[in-house]
């Protein structure tokens, strides 16, 4: 059975880290690309980062310099750390892998920056 599940998130102060972690079981991650997307209220969700089955990594503007993506493929887990955070970067966040034909999605974790 193919399961994401995210964790690490949190309520922080703006300035401060994060480090979120998609746990994923069914199938060896390590040879599909893994994205990190967010959804704050109101908004259509967008992608934040995305790493692929070599480990380079992309990342959206917005969160460039501050956000690092990763995997550790011997846990079969993709890991966002987040520095620097802002207010405008609360949201649920979201792992994401196209496996077989299919978009899988974990939960989501709720990330809330603010004072």
């Known amino acids: 059975q193919v399961q994401l599940v995210e964790s690490g998130g949190g309520l922080v102060q703006p300035g401060g880290s994060l480090r979120l972690s998609c746990s994923v079981s069914?199938?060896?991650?390590?040879?599909?690309?893994v994205g990190w997307f967010r959804q704050a209220p109101g908004k259509e969700r967008e992608g934040v980062a995305y790493?692929?089955?070599?480990?380079?990594?992309n990342y959206t503007d917005s969160v460039k310099g501050r956000f690092t993506i990763s995997r550790d493929n011997a846990k079969n887990t993709v890991t966002l750390q987040m520095n620097s955070l802002k207010p405008e970067d609360t949201a649920v966040y979201y792992c994401?892998?196209?496996?077989?034909?299919?978009?899988?999605w974990g939960q989501g974790t709720q990330v809330t920056v603010s004072s």
């Open positions: 994401n892998i196209y496996y077989r034909g299919k978009d899988y």
């Open positions: 069914g199938f060896r991650a390590q040879y599909y690309a």
């Open positions: 790493i692929n089955t070599i480990g380079w990594p």
